[in-house]
């Protein structure tokens, strides 16, 4: 079983920052995938970023490339794991209900199973 939780939602004005973290806890196996993914008002849901359990390879939507920085905390086990989303420059476009998601095996946004309940964020001036 895989559960995750977010933290960290909350409002600010355009051009702050805001930081997102999700535990999850649950084995995703050594090909695993976490990533966050939003859903606007009336929106359909998007992906975000996304980071392989190695850490090295991250995935960004271009909307986000340069303000959003995805990484992660991963325990020696593979059991309870942490990823975050510093969110930089903020737009009033960003707003959104942010979602934590993992995949046992990930290409680009596709292939994410498991989902966190969500965080609200909210960018107004």
């Known amino acids: 079983l895989v559960r995750l939780v977010e933290f960290g939602g909350g409002s600010v004005q355009p051009g702050e920052s805001l930081r997102l973290s999700c535990e999850v806890t649950?084995?995703?196996?050594?090909?695993?995938?976490l990533g966050w993914f939003r859903q606007a008002p009336g929106k359909e849901r998007e992906g975000v970023a996304t980071i392989y359990f190695g850490g090295v390879y991250t995935h960004y939507d271009d909307s986000v490339k340069g303000r959003f920085t995805i990484s992660q905390d991963k325990s020696q086990d593979n059991v309870r794991n942490k990823v975050y989303l510093q969110m930089n420059n903020l737009k009033l476009e960003d707003t959104a209900k942010y979602y934590c998601a993992a995949a046992r095996g990930c290409y680009g946004f596709t292939g994410f199973i498991y989902w966190g309940p969500g965080a609200r964020v909210t960018v107004s001036s």
């Open positions: 649950g084995n995703l196996g050594s090909a695993g995938c």
